[in-house]
């Protein structure tokens, strides 16, 4: 009887691979995903450290696995207010009601509040992201402090603003609806 011999894979014999590009012939997809080291990293920003898609990897010294789940979940809530202020950019643009038809107000101020509210979804989106950047280096180089800046303050006043301003409009043009 006969043993079955193993079947190979051409790839892995390099008498028989197909050449390779000699420009990525050091890239591959698992070299991308490598993790890197933040320890070994000192100068530059670690966001943008190599291998690009690799996860970061930090020391646990204290709190610190806590501190970066946390400025995640901080930059998935301005991802969240940014999708939905996208959304609301999209109704307010598409004028939707339920029970009637926009009115001729509704239909000239849909337009320029759809876009304000789309420009500040992407600066709110921005934000977030910048915010989540910044903190991050600082956490690899052991000197965040937990605070926000006059950037982030404003903008986020500016979009509370902008929502309950939008809001009052919206109310005061349904009154002038009722009482015509």
């Not at 050091?26 to 530059?44: K, T």
């Not at 052991?142 to 800046?149: C, E």
Request: hydrophobic share 40%; net charge negative.
């Amino acid at each position: 009887m006969t043993m079955p011999t193993p079947q190979t894979d051409p790839e892995d014999n390099p008498e028989t691979s197909p050449p390779s590009c000699s420009c990525c012939s050091g890239l591959s997809f698992s070299e991308l995903r490598r993790p890197a080291e933040v320890g070994d990293y000192s100068s530059g920003n670690v966001f943008c450290m190599w291998p690009i898609l690799g996860p970061l990897l930090v020391e646990n010294e204290s709190s610190d696995t806590r501190d970066h789940c946390a400025n995640e979940r901080t930059f998935l809530s301005y991802l969240r207010l940014s999708v939905y202020m996208a959304i609301v950019a999209v109704a307010i643009v598409l004028s939707f009601h339920i029970k009637s038809q926009p009115s001729d107000l509704e239909l000239r101020m849909a337009q320029p509040l759809g876009i304000i509210f789309w420009l500040l979804s992407l600066s709110c989106l921005i934000l977030g992201l910048g915010n989540y950047i910044k903190t991050l280096d600082k956490y690899s180089r052991k000197v965040a402090i937990v605070q926000t800046g006059w950037r982030t303050q404003s903008i986020m006043s500016l979009i509370a603003l902008s929502i309950v301003g939008t809001c009052v409009v919206l109310l005061v043009i349904e009154k002038v609806r009722v009482d015509s």
